[in-house]
């Protein structure tokens, strides 16, 4: 397993790009408490659902713990933001139902997080 991408303040990192199915991870410091996950999806999708979770180790093969809940739906050509509060280790995005519909369907899953001031 590649080493997931290590998060910065304030820094966007995309844990999905422009994908229909799969996965991204991101190591966080102990300090963050503020995380915003940005779903960008194409024109066109009519389906699909990205589950946020976390775990203490990237390797994890079990069930991770879901975060805010269920997964969240996608909406074609809009941007769906989801904010958490929390001390996590690894957080990841998962595609938990393929997104479909249209000539090109796709979705984009931004982390960014930031310590509480």
């Not at 050509?77 to 957080?91: D, K, P, S, W």
């Not at 938990?96 to 519909?101: C, D, E, K, W």
């Amino acid at each position: 397993m590649t080493a997931p991408a290590a998060a910065m303040s304030g820094v966007p990192v995309d844990l999905i790009s422009a994908a229909t199915t799969g996965s991204g991870i991101i190591a966080l410091p102990p300090s963050f408490r503020n995380h915003t996950i940005i779903i960008k999806t194409a024109s066109g999708v009519t389906s699909g659902a990205i589950q946020i979770e976390t775990a203490n180790d990237p390797s994890y093969s079990g069930t991770w713990a879901p975060i805010g809940g269920g997964p969240i739906t996608v909406v074609a050509a809009a941007e769906i933001v989801a904010n958490f509060t929390g001390v996590f280790n690894f957080v990841q995005a998962r595609v938990s139902t393929t997104i479909a519909g249209g000539s090109a369907p796709s979705v984009t899953v931004t982390y960014e997080g930031a310590k509480s001031y």
